[in-house]
């Protein structure tokens, strides 16, 4: 089972539009990290949250951690073509683990 | 930071045969991982790689089908033993830096076993 439920699983969005992912463990989280994969390529590290309540941004995709440090969200403002991918949080439970991973497709 | 070199990048593989994939870093890490990412699915982690000892393997996972070397703190490999169409998977080895705040993957090995 997967300790981490990440939604949605799949999301196509026209371009300038907003949209948000979300990362849920029914654990603390001690490091939530957020990775894309763009479609054959390795994965590229996005941005890691540790704190409760902590928001990190990089250009237009911002990411939060809620203050149980029990769940994060990724959004991603005025979508472009080049944000699509495949979004993946992964978490620090004293080993990685990942959620399922959210198909995002850009419509131009 | 942690540079992360995984060879090799892709294999095509008969049955019944081994592969090894290494994973070299350019500095010294203290958690190292090794993922399999089958087609359509999500990344399943195999074992954690200990320096110095045997590694700790996920369920599921057994080391006399995927034994595990981690000789220092900048390498590791991983073997595919025996292997079979099944194991066709995209394999990643992961590491964590010293102060946790950073986890870096290699390129992957895309194996295709026939």
């Known amino acids: 089972s997967q300790e981490l439920e990440q939604s949605p699983q799949s999301l196509i969005v026209q371009e300038g539009k907003n949209l948000t992912i979300n990362c849920t463990s029914s654990k603390t989280l001690y490091g939530l990290y957020w990775y894309k994969q763009k479609y054959g390529e390795g994965l590229i590290f996005l941005m890691m949250l540790q704190k409760g309540g902590e928001e990190k941004s990089h250009e237009k995709i911002t990411a939060k951690l809620d203050e149980k440090k029990q769940q994060s969200s990724l959004h991603i403002t005025a979508s472009q073509p080049s944000h699509a991918g495949i979004y993946l949080c992964?978490?620090?439970?004293?080993?990685?683990?990942f959620g399922a991973g959210t198909r995002l497709t850009v419509k131009p | 930071s942690a540079v992360i070199s995984q060879k090799p990048s892709r294999d095509i593989c008969q049955r019944g045969t081994s592969l090894t994939i290494q994973c070299q870093v350019d500095s010294q890490v203290t958690m190292m991982f090794w993922y399999r990412q089958q087609p359509g699915q999500s990344l399943t982690l195999i074992a954690t790689?200990?320096?110095?000892?045997?590694?700790?393997?996920e369920s599921g996972f057994v080391i006399d089908k995927f034994p595990i070397s981690r000789p220092n703190l900048t390498f590791s490999t991983l073997t595919v033993s025996n292997m079979s169409p099944e194991d066709s998977s995209i394999y990643l080895c992961?590491?964590?830096?010293?102060?946790?705040?950073?986890?870096?993957f290699g390129q992957g090995t895309r194996l295709t076993v026939v």
């Open positions: 992964g978490a620090d439970m004293y080993d990685m683990r």
């Open positions: 992961s590491v964590i830096t010293g102060a946790g705040t950073e986890a870096f």
């Open positions: 790689a200990n320096q110095g000892s045997e590694a700790t393997y």
